[in-house]
Each structure stands twice: as structure tokens, then as C-alpha cells.
């Protein structure tokens, strides 16, 4: 059995999505069970509505929720009962075993960074993301790559991107079953002294460590998914990941106004429906599970604002096999072992 | 009367598709007239097979040329007169207003760098892309925006991101005919305070400053084309580039698996032909015309490696354009007025 504390307020649909999802999960033959926390009255009486395994659930009362446009640090100070808050202190006193929020990234980074330790030799949490890619990953073919940190630091130093190498390295190896999984940096270039001071430091640390390194890659890699794990700092991952979802909105905006504009088009992309449908599926990473927060020494991750019931049901489930396959002592075992490199 | 020097030999496809896009020019009433600089013979071989205007070509000739995978700096140094040498040369000494190459970027920026001044206040040049996007720019509805630096600096200071909002105005404002070019930083939210402590402060001195500065964008807003001309250090800006054209490639290597999947698909996309050719016409940005060097005392405009003859021919009218237009004057403008505020 797998204990994952919900953020039940948290993302841009509210409390419906979050309770409606751990609900789905509960009704499925799985050993997870979620700890709901919130506003009781309203997840019981959404509860009330719909169908789920009263043995799955438990609710935990919070006051209070950080709304998308606060400021994380202002919001956790005038509410030190927020939901997202309470839910990480469930984690941190062990009554749950993985945090899962569709909320506030900030705030759920700055909860988890309080109330969890860092994994020694990691300087720095990051947020990983995956995201569609048009070659396939590992034995189950997974349809995406990793990619870190895209967001949670600004600066990063090298030793940051080889600890980042090694959590997502961790991480991609338990989600997607690969042995060793293809680890490279963004750069401006694939050799060996492109990039700035710190990607070519990191680049050195890396080819003498144990991991699967292949190297720099360059923006074309992204979208082809030539590696498992693509390594950047922050701001840079932010931005790329950021592009790779407006690219994916103007896609669907150009197919949309063509299908209006021409009977012929419109039958066109009728006939690709199937063909379509599996394009939004391969881009709509919303529906991946959700981003880890990885460094830390509890399991964390952050669901999409946006993401439906499906969607914070499969960062549950993603959050449980984090726990059953042990990304934590992975993650510190691959610390030891490019330590010892 | 504009006469542009053009680096004949440059390009992943050689000599042929420069003499052919110089010479479909030559054949339209333009006022522009076109040294070709490389291997006369094999130049002359080539005019001998195709059709074009003999008054508005000439040939200098040059020795040797710089291959792609070679150190532009050892190249150079190794054969002081090859294509681009030479033809760096022309515009130096005046015998030719502005310099087209296809070949070598770094070798183009080197001979460039080398050959030609920097404007007033300007300590570095920039490298700008037009790339395609949602939105239309200017009064000619132009389906591009233009981003820079993508690749010429590696570490940008505030003032030297600030001199490439500039450079990048004017270009905008000549080539698409904006009056004033909307400009943004790319960082990793709208807010001021987002970002580098470089992107922080140049965004602080462009908010004061006379351009028509709309603040920061994300990654989103590069594929909608939420403003003219996008501002950013050279390494993020061109692992941005090189990742649109890798989403460009994927989308097609999709819709050709798709195609061979299913007959339907394969009708489906037939009924799509204008429509995709539409789009494909729209993500092909290296029939634009090429990317500018920006902040030279000389117009040089990079075509594209992989450029055929009609994307030479247009490089070739982007480059006669710019002298017309007097970009050199405007940048110097621009920073006289941006200095001054």
C-alpha cells in the first residue's frame, strides 16, 4: 500500500478535477491510497456525487488554498494551514509517502523545499517535465523524453546540471523501465567545448561519471527525442518547454481554421481523425502524469494547472510507482556512485 | 543601383544553387547587380548552361572556400583569399554594398567581424532569424518574426541585449515595413522582475528607452508571434531556433509515416494538399531570405546551408533592400536615440 497526499485545492479547474481523479483511481484495482486535503465539506460533498472506494480515500481538512497568481513565499506566510501545505507536512511526518498538487508550482516548490530535505551532494531541487517526442523510449515505447530543470532554479552552476543528470536519470529509469537511460546537455553544439563555461564543465564530469552520457545535443534533438533525458538549467527549460507548448496550440489553431475554411479540408481531416487524435494525444502531456520535483528526499509531483481528473489520476499513479520502485534511493545511490567517479 | 558581393562557393549545395539564384535575379528588372565571387571557371561553366542577364552579374575570383565542418578561424588564416574572404573584401573597400553568403556561419560572422566595423556603442554583433509564426507582422501581413541573437554571442550583457533591441528594430521596421516594431525579451515569465539579473536590467533600460519595448515574453509567444522582434542571449536564442526547425521536421516525417499507415490517411492528406503545402510554405523559413548580421557597419545577410537558388535570390533582394533603406544609418539612429533617453 502507497499513501499519496493530494493537494485537493489546487489547479485551474479547482476542487472538482482533483477529487473527481483520485476517485477514478479508487475504483481501479490498484494498492494506492489517497489522502485528499482541503476544504472537507466541499471534497465530501463533491464526494457525495460521484462514484468511488470509501477504503481509498481519506479526507484531511486544510484552510486555505494559494491562488495561481500569489506570491508563494506572501501566501504561505498568511496561510500557514494552506492545503498544499498541510498535504507536505502529512509527507514529512510520514502519514503519506508522496505528495502530488495540480496547484501553484512556486508554492509547491517552496512547501516541499521546507518541510523535505535535500539528497546529499544535491545543492538544488529541479522540476523535471516530460514532453512528446517523435522517437519512442524504452522497452513500452513510451511516446516521451525527460527534461530538467525547467523552472525551479535560474543559476546553474555544474555541478547542479551533473546532480540534475543524475535525478533525471533516476527518475526516467523507474517511469519508463530503461535500464540506462540516454543522458545528454542542451547546447548550442554537439561538440565537447560548445556551450557556456558551466555546460562545458558539466560535459567533462559527466563523460568520467557512470551514467549513460551521450554528450551535448542541440534544439533539433528535443522534438526528435534522440535521448531519455535532456539537462539544462532552468531558465533555458522554462523557455523550451514553454515553446513546445505554444507550438503544439498553433498546430491545433492552423488545423482548426483550415477545417473552416474548405469542404474539401474539412473532409481531409476527417478522414485523418484517427491519425489526429493520436498527434493530440502524443502532445498533450498533460496527460503524462505530471512533472517530478526531483533532489529532494520525498517524492513530489507537480500536475499541470490545467490538468483534468484523468490527468491528476495519473500523477497519482505516477507518484506511487516513484515510491514502490524507490526513486529516492536510486537517486541517492546514483549520487554516491558519480561521487565516487 | 545596388551591388551585392556574394560568396558563390558557400552552401551544403555548392556552387550551383548561388550562380542559379544570382542568376533568376539577374533576369528580373531589379537595380541590383551581383558579384559572384569563387571559382571563375566553374562559375563561368555553370552561366554557360542557364539563362541570365550578362549586365547585371560579374565574377571575381577567389581561392579555395571555407568547408562546414572546418574552425573558421585556422580556415581563414589558412587561405587568406577564399570565397568569403574575398568577398568581405568587395564590401570593405566599397566596390559592393552588401555581402551574401550561404556558406559557413561562423567563418561568415569571422570575415565579417574581421573586414567591417562596429557601429557606435555596439560591442558585439548579433545574429537575427525570421522565423515563422501564427500571427502576421506589418502592413504586408508577412507570416514572420524576427529573433536575435541566435548565435553570434554566448554571454550577453544587459547593454549588449539592450544594442540588439535596436539592431533588431530597425531591421524589422526595413524589411517588413513596421513603423515601430514591437520588441520583448524572451525570459521565463511577463513580469519585470523575471528572468537573469541581465534580462532584469535590460529590461529596466528598454522600458526607458524610445523603442516600442512590450516588456517580457515566454516561450509560448514565439511560436504565436506575440511581437516583432525577439531579444535573447545567442546560446538560448539559438537552441530556440534549432528546436522550431527540429518541431517543423517532425510534424512532416509525421504526415509521411501517417500517410504510409492508412489508405484513408493517405486520402485524408491529399484532400489536405493546399493546405499543407500552405503550412509547410509557412514553417519553410529558408525561402525568407536569410539571417542578418547585425550591428556591422556593413549589411551582411547569412543564407540558410541548406538554401536552393530561390532562397539566394532572396537573400540577395534582402540584402539590396537593407542598403536602400539605409539600415546602417537607422541602427546608428536608433542607438544615437536610445544613448540619448
Redesign the interface.
Known amino acids: 500500500m502507497v499513501t499519496v497526499a493530494l493537494d485537493a485545492m489546487g489547479g485551474d479547474r479547482g476542487l472538482e478535477v482533483n477529487v473527481d481523479g483520485a476517485a477514478m483511481l479508487s475504483r481501479e484495482d490498484t494498492d494506492i491510497h489517497v489522502v485528499l486535503v482541503g476544504d472537507v465539506s466541499r471534497i465530501s460533498e463533491r464526494l457525495e456525487a460521484i462514484a468511488y472506494d470509501p477504503q481509498r480515500l481519506t479526507l484531511v481538512a486544510a484552510q486555505g488554498c494559494v491562488a495561481m497568481d500569489e506570491r508563494p513565499g506572501e501566501a504561505l506566510e498568511r496561510m500557514p494551514e494552506c492545503s498544499i501545505a498541510r498535504a507536505a507536512e502529512l509527507v514529512a511526518t510520514g502519514q503519506a509517502q508522496a505528495l502530488v498538487s495540480a496547484g501553484h508550482t512556486g508554492a509547491t516548490i517552496l512547501a516541499a523545499s521546507r518541510r523535505f530535505g535535500r539528497l546529499p551532494g544535491i545543492r538544488r531541487a529541479a522540476l523535471a517535465a516530460v514532453y512528446p517526442t517523435?522517437r519512442r523510449h524504452g522497452p513500452h515505447k513510451d511516446p516521451f523524453a525527460l527534461m530538467l530543470d525547467v523552472?525551479a532554479t535560474?543559476?546553474a552552476t555544474a555541478a547542479d546540471l551533473v546532480s540534475f543528470a543524475v535525478m533525471g536519470s533516476a527518475y526516467s529509469s523507474i517511469i519508463s523501465s530503461i535500464e540506462a537511460p540516454r543522458v545528454a546537455l542542451?547546447?548550442?553544439g554537439t561538440e565537447a567545448n560548445k556551450?557556456?563555461a558551466t555546460i562545458v564543465e558539466a560535459h567533462r564530469r559527466l563523460l568520467e561519471g557512470p551514467l549513460n552520457f551521450e554528450g551535448n545535443i542541440?534544439?533539433?534533438?528535443?522534438?526528435?527525442g534522440t535521448v531519455d533525458v535532456v539537462v539544462c538549467e532552468?531558465?533555458?527549460g522554462?523557455?523550451?518547454?514553454?515553446?513546445?507548448?505554444?507550438?503544439s496550440?498553433?498546430?491545433r489553431?492552423?488545423a482548426r481554421q483550415?477545417s473552416g475554411?474548405?469542404l474539401?479540408?474539412r473532409?481531409?481531416?476527417?478522414?485523418?481523425g484517427?491519425?489526429l487524435r493520436e498527434?493530440r494525444r502524443m502532445t498533450d502531456w498533460k496527460s503524462y502524469g505530471g512533472a517530478p520535483l526531483l533532489g529532494l528526499d520525498q517524492v513530489v509531483i507537480k500536475a499541470h494547472g490545467r490538468s483534468e481528473a484523468r490527468a491528476i489520476r495519473n500523477a497519482l499513479k505516477v507518484a506511487a510507482k516513484a515510491v514502490r520502485r524507490d526513486l529516492i534511493g536510486r537517486t541517492q545511490a546514483g549520487m554516491q556512485e558519480i561521487g565516487d567517479a
Do not use: C
Not at 238 to 247: A, D, F, R, S
Open positions: 517523435e523552472g535560474l543559476d542542451l547546447s548550442n556551450g557556456t542541440e534544439g533539433l534533438d528535443i522534438p526528435r532552468g531558465f533555458l522554462n523557455v523550451v518547454l514553454k515553446m513546445l507548448e505554444g507550438v496550440e498553433v498546430v489553431d492552423v483550415a475554411r474548405k474539401q479540408w473532409v481531409g481531416l476527417a478522414m485523418l484517427g491519425g498527434l
